[in-house]
């Protein structure tokens, strides 16, 4: 079936360095790509998505393209702050028919601490 | 707008007895879907429901089950609780059906501990 693999964390960066979180998958179809975030405490808030192959999602800094021929949707951040640190989930779209159609599929996820 | 809200926040409960949590979707939103996030994984896809109907399901056992009001909150109910299913639950509300790639919005979850 799908599904996302990500890196392993924790991943420890100093602030404005430089971000990478790797994320691969394996799907049928076409599905749309996610990163998600969550805040110690929280729910998870979108953070960026692409739909098609090649597309850029971008936010905050963020941004991840859509790499069809490697599978991949890498996170990356140019400068990470503080505030950045939390944890990190890539996600698809599930798109086997059935009953989890349309529903999101997530990588284990990848906690990030930003150190002053 | 209020987001997605979830009661109660945190729920303490022993093995074999039963839960019910609630979700308000987002004003406007008609699909609710669930997801079980078990300490240090991503989140499992549990129910969607949208009009009031079962549009979805993941692979989680029948001690599982959920409905839809006319206002289109949702709860999510499990019986017979076992150890393994002290988790965040997690919900999500969307305009349409996600199938139709619409983006899912998530509240901050319920934490359930079973002792």
């Known amino acids: 079936g799908d599904s996302v693999t990500q890196m392993e964390g924790p991943v420890t960066l100093s602030e404005e360095a430089f971000l990478t979180i790797n994320c691969t998958y394996t799907?049928?179809?076409?599905?749309?790509l996610f990163w998600y975030v969550q805040y110690p405490g929280e729910g998870l808030q979108l953070l960026l998505k692409?739909?098609?192959?090649?597309d850029k999602g971008s936010n905050k800094g963020f941004e991840a393209t859509y790499r069809k021929e490697t599978t991949s949707f890498h996170l990356e951040k140019g400068s990470v702050q503080v505030s950045d640190s939390a944890v990190y989930f890539c996600a698809l779209s599930d798109q086997n028919y059935g009953g989890s159609q349309g529903n999101l599929i997530f990588g284990k996820g990848t906690k990030l601490s930003v150190k002053p | 707008d209020a987001g997605v809200t979830q009661s109660p926040t945190h729920l303490i409960k022993t093995r074999g007895q039963h839960v019910t949590l609630r979700c308000s979707p987002i004003?406007?939103?008609?699909?609710v879907s669930w997801y079980q996030q078990v300490l240090g994984q991503g989140p499992q896809f549990i129910f969607q429901y949208y009009e009031k109907e079962e549009r979805g399901r993941g692979n989680f056992p029948d001690r599982f089950s959920a409905r839809q009001f006319p206002n289109y909150s949702s709860e999510l109910n499990v019986n017979a609780l076992l150890l393994g299913d002290s988790a965040l639950y997690l919900c999500?509300?969307?305009?349409?059906?996600?199938?139709?790639?619409?983006?899912?919005?998530f509240g901050d979850g319920t934490r359930l501990s079973i002792l």
């Open positions: 799907a049928t179809g076409y599905p749309s």
């Open positions: 004003s406007g939103h008609k699909s």
């Open positions: 999500a509300s969307s305009l349409g059906v996600v199938r139709d790639n619409q983006p899912q919005h």
């Open positions: 692409a739909t098609k192959a090649d």
